[in-house]
């Protein structure tokens, strides 16, 4: 069944005794799949625990992907086979992706799957429900302090609702994300409470320790993640008589994925997601799993090779389930989850560009496109078989990743860009149309972000006129063309296609007093909804421009993920962003205004990439002409899409 190196010779027998009572055929699909993905699950085994105990893993762990695949429903079967004859299906220029909280979008499951038509209309085709599995009562980080991987909220629904969904899903050419927590669980949780009582098996499952001496060796190179109410990174349990590794809050108890029981509980996890019908889990915090003393215990060698085992095992058992890398790190770090080097094609489908999201609001607060092209440009490239989840904000708040090499390359101190972003945004600088909320400063570090929905950072609620309020829409427009035009998955953060405001109420409800990234996740006003297509409001030309750019990019082949951005031009003005993309199909240049004023592109450049009959296929295909200066001139926040008709 399997030729893996080193690999035992009762894999074959592990997996018949599981599937012995399915049709042959069935079987032969899992040992085929098996052939083709052992040698990368026992690669990357070796990697994290040494060829020994690699052996005697692939066998457990086989084993239960054959669990898995046994248990799949035949629907979920039919749906792997599409997927492995269409592996691109995510880089299609069709696929658009919504994010929300369930209960502030629609009150539940059931309300949500009664909102399809909705999500339709915006052309989406990839919904993501915030954190849906149980947490622990209380204050739980915005259910990221799962207590109980196998139940869903009470308040939200059941499981039975999570798989109705899914289908409902599935019949409309959707598919369902779901959120993964994989670094830590809620002290809450069956393992952490036994633990708690001295399973020495369970107490494995952790980090703790007798005393302050091994973390106080970690802490001299570690981080804060939540300096205001979260200092530190280990807490004193006093159940567990230990000091407790917590990275993100005292009641997230991190796993140790040294263990390779806690691996294989987690392959557990994975799989039972899968049979519900969810088809993408956004591997949540997946750059702090591995831990190394002496280092911020982020981005280590070993959360690829985790990852890589992880991606094997669904691909044996459910190919239909990919992966998405929640890694909010540096610009650099971050090629590293769509696979580079030995794990091109074998961790995450999916990653978050931040890096474009944070330079397109550093670009039009700036009114200067230099430094993002600089930071653009500098990043390597992705392998094809990776796409970007792009977007103008999330549910998070914004961290200002201004890499300081890229700053200093342009004679800016990379601090104090970072520093007047957080201004800016908070509204502190006079001049300024931003109005979010600064989050976390921290005043040992100097380090601000910053929270608010894209409204309300764009300039649209602190418009005194109907001029500003024009100036805010193409604000809101331009970072969504940039979003859409980039290639990738778009998605759009619930509300902000709608503009809405952040929530003035947001420190009203129980736990989230202390944390202001709630006044961009507001509950959808479905009476503003209703106005989406009267585009004599603010909400309906927002929701008709989404629109808009989705038609658009639909139809145009040049935006396919597997066709990459690059930054074009070395003496564009440097109120330009200008990126070029080059296709079987043809090429596409997207051109961005990020300034005020109007700005000169050179006609000449047409010539270069082959443009015969340039149109802007945003503009309706609307003749792009080049004028008797020689220069082509885009208005304020003008976006193009220019292509050859």
Sequence with gaps: ????????????????????????LLQEEFALRVERYGSTLHDGLVA????????????????????????????????????????????????IGYACYTERFAGDLRGVASKLDYLGELGVSYLHLMPLLRPRDGDNDG????????????????????RDLATALRERGMSLVMDLVLNHVAREHEWARKAQAGDPAYRDYFYIYPDRETPDAYERSLPEIFPDFAPGSFTWDEQAQGWVWTTFNSWQWDVNWSNPAVLGEYVDIILFLANLGVEVLRLDAIAFTWKRMGTDCQNQPEVHALTSVLRALARMAAPALVFKAEAIVGPRDLIQYLGIGPYVGQVSDLAYHNSLMVQGWSMIAAGDAELARLALRALPRTPSSGTWITYVRCHD????????????????????????????YAGQVPESWGRGLVF????????????G???????????????????????????????YGWGGIPVIWSGDELGMPNDPQWAQEAGHEGDNRWAHRPRLDWDVAAQRSDLRTDAGKIFQGLVHLGRVRAGLPQLH???????????????????????????MLAIYNVTEDWRPFPGMEF??????????ALGNDHAVAIGEDGFIWLPPFAAWWVVDR
């Design 1 to 24: 069944m399997c030729h893996m190196s080193g690999a035992p010779t009762d894999v074959h027998a592990a997996a018949t005794e599981v599937l012995g009572g399915l049709d042959p």
């Design 48 to 95: 994290l625990f040494g060829a020994e105990a690699a052996d005697e893993l692939s066998v457990d762990l086989i084993r239960r992907a054959a669990i898995g695949y046994r248990d799949r429903a035949p629907e979920l079967r039919r749906l792997d086979r599409m997927r492995l004859l269409t592996p691109n299906w995510l880089q299609q220029p069709t696929m």
């Design 143 to 162: 259910g990221y302090a799962v207590a109980d991987y196998r139940s869903v909220r009470p308040d939200l629904g059941t499981i039975d609702d999570v």
């Design 397 to 424: 708040d914004i961290g200002w990743a201004i890499d300081d090499r890229d700053a200093a390359a342009l004679g800016l101190n990379g601090f104090w860009h970072r520093r007047f972003l957080a201004d800016w």
């Design 440 to 451: 976390q400063f921290n005043e040992a570090t100097g380090d601000k972000r910053t929270s």
């Design 453 to 483: 929905t894209a409204a309300a950072l764009a300039g649209l609620g602190a418009a005194r006129d109907d001029h500003e309020r024009e100036k805010a829409l193409a604000r809101i427009f331009l970072l969504n063309a940039l979003a």
């Design 561 to 587: 993920a597997s066709a990459e951005s690059l930054v074009f031009g070395e003496h564009v003005d440097r109120g330009l962003l200008a990126t070029l993309r080059t296709h079987p199909s043809g090429s």
């Design 607 to 616: 010539e270069s990439i082959g443009f015969r009959n340039p149109v802007n």
